[in-house]
């Protein structure tokens, strides 16, 4: 199994809403990554795990989230979104956390619109 | 501020023409470069290159860095439809994690 899973695949919510990105791999990686990409622009880190533990948060507002709740899985909870949030999020995982030596594999994405 | 730019922004090729990408970056303390493929979502992992003047191949797909000069090249030879994606060149640096380029967005036609 080489996949890394995203759910759900779109989301549309308003501002006050509350909801969570999920994302699973099964690969015994140890690093998960959130990436945010706005269309026709590169992804853009957000935050990195290592062995469940919070490493990088790239000055992300608080009204994203993330949670690990073990080495298999990564959520996003998002809460008061404004529409500029309104992106591509990308999971993905390495096998370790050398930073840039590793080899990131992706999921599909969450394609979420804020209204 | 590190920086990775990719050319050229778009390109329209016809099925069996050889392409070339290019990707310049201004970095400090330089770890690593990777190509990756993006089809529709999720980028797909091509090359991690790390040594200069060394040519990495996967089929129809070669890349070579050059340190010297700051730059790497994505070859595709024989391209098919399949080809047609937006390619993305990342760099590795200082700050431990990647930063990717802009892309070149590859439209093969029949």
């Known amino acids: 199994d080489t996949e890394v899973t995203q759910t759900p695949k779109h989301l549309v919510m308003g501002m006050t809403n509350k909801k969570s990105l999920k994302c699973e791999q099964h690969m015994g990686h140890r690093a998960m990554y959130w990436y945010k990409q706005k269309a026709k622009k590169p992804p853009e880190l957000m935050f990195v795990y290592s062995y469940e533990k919070l490493s990088i948060n790239e000055s992300v507002p608080s009204r994203f989230s993330p949670e690990c709740p073990n080495s298999s899985l990564l959520n996003l909870h998002l809460h008061a979104l404004q529409p500029e949030d309104s992106a591509l999020y990308l999971c993905a995982s390495s096998q370790g956390y050398r930073g840039a030596n590793e080899k990131l594999f992706f999921g599909s994405g969450t394609q979420l619109s804020v209204l | 501020e590190d920086k990775v730019v990719q050319s050229p922004l778009s390109l329209v090729v016809h099925e069996g023409d050889t392409v070339t990408l290019n990707c310049s970056y201004e970095v400090t303390n330089f770890r690593s470069l990777l190509w990756y493929k993006q089809e529709k979502k999720a980028p797909t992992f091509l090359f991690m290159l790390t040594s200069s003047g060394i040519e990495k191949k996967s089929g129809r797909l070669s890349s070579i860095l050059d340190k010297k000069e700051l730059f790497s090249i994505l070859n595709i030879t024989a391209t098919q439809t399949g080809d047609s994606a937006i390619y993305l060149c990342?760099?590795?640096?200082?700050?431990?994690?990647?930063?990717f380029g802009t892309g070149t967005l590859l439209a093969v036609q029949p």
């Open positions: 990342a760099y590795g640096g200082a700050t431990n994690k990647l930063i």
